[in-house]
């Protein structure tokens, strides 16, 4: 029996914003000429990305965030709506602002990313109160990440979503999407971090900029049997490297990455946590979820922009072809 039988869709709290992509000529040749570069907007946020994701692979899900009441917010819900996602946890915001992530991409895929405005913005006005627990309750999975984690409100209600589906039995899932290298370990992040792993049932992150960092550990191996602490699934993803995961007992799964052509990396985690966890939900074992998670994120990778985000018959194919 997989998971969606015991509820008819996933539930995906966090960040929603839009994404201006800018790509940057290549400098081989000396300065570059910006002027060639034509900026795109997309759809962006961790939490949404992951929500699309698995919109894209057949999941239904409910969208559950807070937004600006401003013209990028009404994009945004819209653009969650043409995915065929349900909007009804989305909360309108009239004081405060749908932020925008500017992407520059460079040449070989890697980016560079200013998050706008620093302040105010919506994403981080999500309160306790604006959940709904018989939702959460209801669903067959909850998926979240470590945005929502940085900052009140947003952070008390992320953890109580998590709460309310752990009481249920609902599966929760947690993309650390720590970003050290913007907050740092301040205002109560580690605390707030171990406090949300330890309501997890899947942890995912970065190899070396999140698993090794939080576990404290010297090895990638290390740090996922640490985290995994005998009762979760942690996945360490290191990039063209491939992942790696414990399981519960301690057995640690390799899986290489399959090649692509690397256009932009923006969003690759996000498409990696839609596939793993579509996999989950349609009965996959570790193994074959890894399998699922690397297919949609390779297939993503060759795609401009976050959204650039695989369909069903697609991830098959890959998976048949490899």
């Not at 990440?145 to 039995?169: C, D, F, H, K, N």
């Not at 205002?187 to 070396?208: F, K, M, P, Y």
């Not at 007992?249 to 390799?254: A, K, N, R, V």
Request: aromatic letters at 4%.
């Amino acid at each position: 029996m997989s998971a969606l039988d015991k509820g008819s869709y996933a539930v995906v709290i966090g960040d929603a914003n839009v994404d201006l992509v800018i790509r940057l000529p290549d400098r081989s040749s000396g300065a570059p000429d910006l002027s060639q570069s034509t900026p795109q907007l997309y759809g962006g946020g961790s939490a949404a990305n992951g929500a699309v994701a698995l919109a894209r692979l057949g999941v239904p899900v409910v969208f559950v965030g807070a937004i600006g009441d401003d013209g990028y917010g009404r994009w945004v819900c819209d653009d969650l709506s043409h995915e065929g996602i349900d909007t009804r946890g989305v909360r309108r915001l009239a004081d405060f602002f749908t932020p925008m992530v500017i992407a520059m991409i460079q040449p070989d895929g890697e980016r560079l990313i200013v998050v706008w405005p620093p302040d105010n913005r919506a994403d981080m006005r999500l309160t306790p109160g604006d959940l709904d627990a018989d939702l959460i309750s209801g669903a067959a999975w909850l998926h979240t990440t470590g945005i929502g984690l940085r900052a009140s409100p947003t952070r008390e209600a992320v953890l109580y979503g998590m709460e309310i589906a752990q009481r249920a039995g609902v599966p929760v899932s947690l993309d650390l999407n720590l970003r050290l290298e913007l907050w740092g370990w301040g205002d109560n992040i580690r605390e707030t971090i171990t406090r949300a792993v330890a309501l997890s049932d899947v942890v995912l992150g970065n190899a070396a900029e999140e698993i090794v960092p939080l576990a404290g550990a010297e090895s990638i191996e290390a740090a996922a049997r640490t985290l995994s602490a005998g009762r979760r699934i942690v996945v360490a993803r290191s990039g063209a490297a491939g992942v790696l995961a414990a399981d519960p007992q301690g057995e640690i799964i390799p899986m290489p990455a399959y090649p692509t052509r690397m256009v932009d990396t923006l969003g690759a985690g996000d498409a990696f946590d839609g596939g793993f966890i579509a996999a989950r939900l349609n009965g996959a074992d570790l193994q074959e979820s890894l399998r699922w998670g690397n297919a949609v994120a390779a297939l993503k990778i060759g795609q401009p922009g976050a959204r650039g985000l695989p369909r069903r018959a697609e991830v098959e194919q890959i998976l048949r072809d490899q």
